[in-house]
């Protein structure tokens, strides 16, 4: 089916260009993968008057590890990522994200900078951003700007991105220590669903915990009390059903079409039961293979 | 807004004239005559309008016409260059399809596994395949006919005939 | 055991290689010319309401708009079984997405624009949505017509209600059953609405030409079925059926979804508008969801009762469905499930009443299962139930009342012989049933269940198929029949019977799909019947061209007609070791004499088949007396699951289907047929089901929330067992078995969960979610995972 909106389409080849045509116009779309935005065109709900494709500015299509930070650019996708032997080696649990999105004709096409710009509650990259404290870097015209992924959610596909900016690529620094990670998704079944619940955590070698929920409140969020509940000690099963009794305070999911509040709260306590266990195993260097479900 | 675009089209250059709201899937079919990639749900989530661009899977309902402009797009007709591949042939065995409307776009996803990664196990197959909905066969003949192609098979080739 | 050469063999589909290869062609692949018009549809934003007035100015309007039409532009009604149905909405619309008017223009973005404009106003009546509301006393009529409607002879609509049929059935003394019995149980099940999801969405090209010739190209599982629905509909604008002409291709996966005539009679009616011009009309994914036929929803409240030694004594089963707006197809289902709902158990008394009940639904309609399935799933838990009440293993409680040969059915007519015992021993050896087994994983249970199953073809009782068979120059042949080849393999089947009868290879066959000027009449390809019914047909065409050869040889070679038989394609004489004669000499060409003259000519059989003993009528209080049902196939299936007691997910490492198929006249086929159903029916169970707002709007109408399994939601491992006892009048002994393989996954999946876990699931989807807060609901989640810990 044919969009019915009349737009026009520009593939500019400078950042420039594509700054001036996204700051010039108050109805300019960015199109970079397309797996969300076509769809939003077919649907009416996107009716942008200008489209500006970024996949000519080959610079945004890099993954780079320098200074102890990577960086993902704006037309890196989710099958790039996959594919990087630093994404495997450095940052597994990018990795084992990456492997849940979709499948893989979307992961060919969908990128990571556009799955944070759609901003849905249920994107798979929020809470990984979030425990890796990662940087959302924009560019304007009126030059450079760097948000933290905290300051970047707003709302359900409302993001900090101002009229006139382009995200040029996600920062994630390095650990300054070694970690575990682990990601856990629910959905009604294996195939390809959007997440009823996430969760992304990291533990740290001197104990530190980082969590992060998804798809249990409007936008992804870390979970504070719990990582400061747990904070310096060493995992225990005591330990962790005291965590679990944190979650209620932490998160408010609702009942939707794909699962009600009571089983999304349920599932938040056994996933991140079963990630943060898993986590610790890989922070000593066992436990599953990155990329196994574990629900 | 019209505007031209030329593009590799199975191995041949192509030049036509789309609007900018055309989708790839539509004008393949409607203006180029190239029928394989089918219309399951026109919004990404079927799998049935796969076609390979530069060699990777794209759900082309989800693809501006424009978009392509320069590229290489690959369907089940490019493929048969040389009539049907080792793969299609494999499929054709072991009974993976039934009502054969999937089929185009299974075997474009199934040929980029093997493409990419030559001696997959059962878990890596079915994840390759799970973009492509069959509502008939159940997957299991595709599947095996996957296990069976790169010789990991049950040694069940199928004597037909 | 006769040896066959074709018959039984897992021979190659003669589909195969168009399909494979891409070269099938499907109805939106076809090419109709610029001249070509597409149509959009207006679709109802209510679920009931008034139409007060449809303003289509500004849509007419619009450059590349040729024209709007209304209901007003076909005021006619008709239906399958029941004419309660519109080609556009009327006076009044009855479900959201409905069809109230048509935008036909050049391209369909122009169509889609416009239609957006029309601009409709509705005063709105109460919605109907659920059955409860639908029978209250002074409930809204949703037909107020209802009594006016024409209707096959076995249907009972109740004048002046929301009940468009109620099909009771009725045999001994259930009460008295009931009061004597040692156990009663009662309990109700509910089951939601399906949708097929055939990946290929419904289409139609319509075109009308200046010489009053109505073609139809159409995705249909029906093409007979429709010429007739369509020249009936339009007959008043003076179309016979010889005028009407349906053309199928390839069909992309129908499951009673592409039966009948649905939104197909708008390509038909549509093209009389725009006279001279084809124009099409193509569903998008959303209206597949919303406005083609869905699985109707049911609620069945079953009261059971057996003996202490586990003889049931007597089922009372009422069923109320919920049957959409309209019925016209729905209703059958109905009937046919009421009249099979004590599943394939021997009971004595029986009290059944099946209600159709009008909703402002979407319409419900034939679905792969055809009502077994629904039913199935409250019956065969609550014989599970019992025989655990009564502490007999549920697998022996089952054998001790399975129905048997030659045993009274509800409505009075024999049984067929089937080889249940048989199906019921296999299933349970390859589930290992009775071995008790316990995952090492504490967080996980293993459960396993049980079901029989049963199913007869739902057909008027004159369903009839024919058979046209050509021979060509090289003894090729081409058969004409107008089944479907929907991807069950029905056309390599086919091509097999004639192949084994005239020993010409099925790779020598080549079946079109129909087109109703030139293939000969064929009923539907639904209700696993084509294996049957046209099977017979084309065996008889097969026949009649054999005999024809016979006649020939004996007339014009002088041999003896008793002793001629076929062989690799060439006729030879039991008398006469030496005598060879290669079809290809003769099927074409006849057979030339010595003074130059030929005798014979084209060689073409002809078969036709109607089950002639069947009859729909019987006492309507009672349905005892017809014969409505030709004959079961029957049944066991068995599961082993796995479930994750915090997740509620289950994994299924095993399920096993066995069925009595008559005879398997193509295993692998057959073999397709399991997987693919079993999956099918097993996705109703586990993640599949329709979910509408409180004003009737469908949730998820799309694959991102209504969950069809993808490649990594399969059992780990599917066991199809093929049981023959032959059905006498078969082709080859051979039953139909497409529908069959998911009636039994609801059940099994159930009594497995309650196996593993003890708890009872009454409504289907049994999800993850569902079971964790039942788990949680009885407490026993907080002590399973206390279990949890103390075990480690
Ligand atoms: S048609 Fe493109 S994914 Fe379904
Ligand atoms: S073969 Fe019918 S959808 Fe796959």
């Keep these: ?295 | 807004m019209k505007k031209k675009i030329t593009f590799l089209l199975n191995s041949e250059t192509r030049s036509i004239e789309v609007e900018s709201g055309d989708i790839l899937l539509d004008v393949l079919r409607d203006k180029l005559g190239i029928k394989t990639p089918k219309i399951g749900c026109d919004m990404g989530d079927c799998g049935s309008c796969t076609v390979m661009l530069d060699g990777k899977t794209v759900k082309s309902c989800l693809v501006l016409a424009l978009e392509v402009e320069g590229q290489e797009v690959t369907t089940l007709e490019g493929l048969m260059k040389d009539g049907m591949t080792p793969l299609q042939q494999t499929f054709h065995d072991f009974n993976s399809f039934q009502c054969g409307f999937c089929t185009p776009g299974m075997v474009l996803s199934a040929t980029e596994l093997i493409n990419k990664n030559p001696k997959p196990n059962r878990k890596e197959i079915q994840e390759a395949l799970s973009g492509n909905l069959c509502r008939c066969t159940g997957y299991i003949p595709i599947i095996e006919a996957v296990e069976d192609l790169i010789g990991k098979g049950k040694g069940e080739g199928k004597e037909k005939g | 055991m006769t040896n066959y050469k074709y018959i039984g063999k897992s021979a190659a589909r003669v589909d195969g290689i168009a399909k494979i290869s891409g070269a099938a062609r499907f109805v939106d692949d076809l090419d109709f010319g610029p001249n070509l018009l597409f149509a959009a549809i207006v679709e109802s934003s209510v679920a009931h309401a008034i139409i007060e007035k449809i303003d289509a100015s500004e849509a007419e309007k619009m450059v590349g708009v040729v024209k709007v039409v209304t209901g007003k532009d076909f005021p006619y009604r008709f239906g399958l079984y029941m004419h309660d149905r519109y080609i556009l909405a009327q006076d009044r619309v009855r479900f959201v997405g409905e069809q109230v008017a048509a935008v036909i223009a050049r391209d369909p973005k122009t169509a889609k624009k416009a239609a957006k404009l029309v601009d409709v106003k509705y005063k709105e009546l109460s919605p109907i949505l659920n059955i409860e509301e639908a029978l209250k006393e002074k409930s809204v009529l949703i037909h107020p017509e209802l009594k006016d409607y024409t209707h096959v002879p076995w249907f009972f609509p109740k004048a002046n209600t929301n009940v468009a049929h109620l099909r009771k059935v009725r045999k001994g003394d259930t009460n008295k059953a009931f009061q004597e019995a040692d156990f009663v149980f009662e309990d109700t099940y509910t089951v939601p609405r399906y949708a097929h999801c055939a990946i290929e969405v419904h289409g139609a090209i319509g075109l009308f030409d200046h010489s009053g010739r109505l073609t139809v190209w159409t995705a249909s599982q029906s093409p007979h079925t429709q010429r007739h629905l369509f020249a009936e509909a339009l007959a008043p604008l003076g179309l016979s059926h010889k005028d009407v002409r349906v053309i199928t291709p390839y069909v992309g996966g129908g499951f009673g979804g592409k039966a009948g005539v649905s939104m197909e009679i708008l390509g038909a009616a549509l093209a009389t508008a725009v006279k001279g011009n084809p124009v099409k009309i193509l569903w998008s994914r959303a209206q597949e969801f919303y406005n083609t036929y869905q699985r109707q929803g049911l609620t069945a409240k079953i009261k059971l009762s057996c003996k202490k030694d586990g003889t049931i004594t007597a089922i009372q089963n009422n069923l109320f469905w919920d049957a959409g707006a309209y019925v016209e197809y729905g209703a059958n289902v109905v009937n046919a499930a009421g009249l099979s709902a004590t599943g394939p158990y021997r009971i004595p008394n029986i009290e059944i009443n099946s209600y159709c009940i009008y909703t402002n639904l979407p319409p419900g309609g034939p679905y792969r299962g055809f009502g077994y399935s629904e039913f199935l799933f409250g019956l065969e838990s609550q014989i599970n139930e019992a025989a655990k009440k009564i502490k007999m293993d549920p697998v022996e409680f089952r054998k001790k009342n399975a129905i048997r040969s030659g045993d009274k059915l509800s409505y009075g007519a024999s049984m067929n012989q089937s080889g249940l015992a048989e199906a019921i021993e296999k299933a349970a050896e390859a589930i290992e049933w009775g071995k008790d087994e316990k995952s090492n994983d504490p967080q996980k249970a293993i459960g396993k269940g049980f079901s029989l199953f049963w199913k007869a073809p739902a057909m008027p009782p004159n369903a009839s198929s024919t058979a046209f068979l050509k021979f060509n120059e090289d003894a090729s042949l081409n058969i004409l029949v107008s089944g479907m080849e929907i991807g069950q393999g029905y056309q390599t089947v086919m091509a097999q019977i004639a192949a084994e009868v005239l020993t010409v290879p099925p790779e020598k066959i080549r079946i079109e799909n129909p087109d109703t000027d030139r293939n000969p009449y064929e009923w539907q390809t639904v209700a696993s019947h084509v294996t049957w019914g046209c099977g017979n047909a084309v065996k008889r065409a097969a026949e009649d061209a054999r005999e024809q050869i016979f006649d020939l040889i004996e007339r014009a070679l002088d041999k003896d007609r008793d002793s001629l038989f076929l062989k690799d394609e060439m006729v030879m004489s039991k008398k006469e070791p030496g005598f060879k004669l290669p079809l290809k000499n003769f099927v074409i060409a006849g057979i030339g004499k010595d003074d130059g003259t030929f005798r014979g000519g084209p060689i073409v059989g002809r078969g036709m088949f109607m089950p002639e003993f069947a009859s729909a009528l019987s006492d309507p209080e009672t349905s005892q007396g017809g014969k409505p049902n030709v004959h079961y196939t029957v049944g066991a299936s068995a599961i082993k699951i796995e479930i994750d007691k915090e997740t509620g997910k289950i994994k299924i490492p095993k399920v096993v289907l066995a069925v009595d198929v008559g005879k398997a006249l193509n295993p692998d086929l057959i073999k397709g047929q399991v997987t693919g159903g079993l999956l099918q029916g097993i996705a109703t169970v586990l993640y599949e089901d329709m979910r509408f707002d409180e004003k009737g709007k469908l949730l998820n109408p799309n694959f991102a929330d209504y969950k069809i399994p993808t490649a990594m939601d399969i059992p780990d491992e599917i066991v199809s067992i093929l049981v023959e006892v032959p059905q006498p009048d078969g082709p080859f002994g051979a039953r139909g078995v497409g529908e069959h393989t998911m009636i039994p996954a609801a059940p099994i999946i159930a009594n497995a969960v309650e196996d593993a876990l003890g708890i009872r699931i009454k409504s289907m989807p049994i999800t993850a979610e569902k079971i964790v807060l039942e788990l949680k609901k009885q407490g026993l989640f907080e002590q399973t995972k206390e279990e949890y810990i103390d075990n480690k």
Excluded at chain 1, 36 to 54: R, S, W, Y
């Design chain 1, 1 to 295: 089916m044919s969009i019915l909106q009349d737009f026009d389409y520009f593939k500019p080849t400078t950042i420039e260009f594509a700054i001036d045509l996204i700051s010039n116009n108050k109805n300019a779309t960015i199109l970079a993968g397309g797996t969300d935005l076509i769809v939003n065109l077919k649907e009416g709900t996107a009716t942008p008057e200008i489209v500006v494709d970024i996949k000519s500015l080959k610079d945004l299509k890099k993954i780079e590890f320098k200074d102890n930070c990577l960086i993902i650019g704006a037309l890196v996708t989710f099958t790039d990522l996959l594919e990087s032997v630093v994404i495997k080696e450095k940052f597994p649990l990018v990795w084992e994200v990456s492997k849940t999105v979709a499948s893989v004709g979307i992961r060919n096409r969908a990128t990571m900078v556009g799955n944070i710009c759609s901003a849905v509650p249920c994107l798979d990259s929020g809470p990984l951003l979030c425990v890796y404290e990662a940087d959302v870097n924009v560019r304007s015209s009126k030059g450079k700007r760097k948000i933290p992924i905290k300051d970047w959610f707003l709302g359900n596909k409302k993001t900090a991105l101002k009229h006139g900016e382009l995200v040029t690529h996600i920062s994630i620094p390095f650990p300054n220590q070694k970690t575990g990670g682990c990601y856990v998704r629910l959905g009604r079944y294996c195939g390809e669903d959007l997440a009823q619940v996430n969760v992304a955590l990291l533990a740290f070698a001197n104990n530190a915990y980082r969590i992060a929920f998804g798809a249990v409140a409007p936008t992804p969020l870390r979970a504070n009390k719990i990582e400061s509940f747990l904070n310096g000690k060493k995992i225990n099963d005591h330990l962790i059903e005291q965590a679990k009794e944190l979650i209620p305070d932490e998160i408010s999911p609702i009942t939707d079409i794909r699962a009600t509040k009571e089983y999304r709260m349920h599932m938040a306590k056994v996933m991140f039961e079963r990630g943060i266990k898993t986590a610790v195993e890989r922070l000593n260097g066992d436990g599953l293979e990155y990329g196994e479900s574990l629900v």
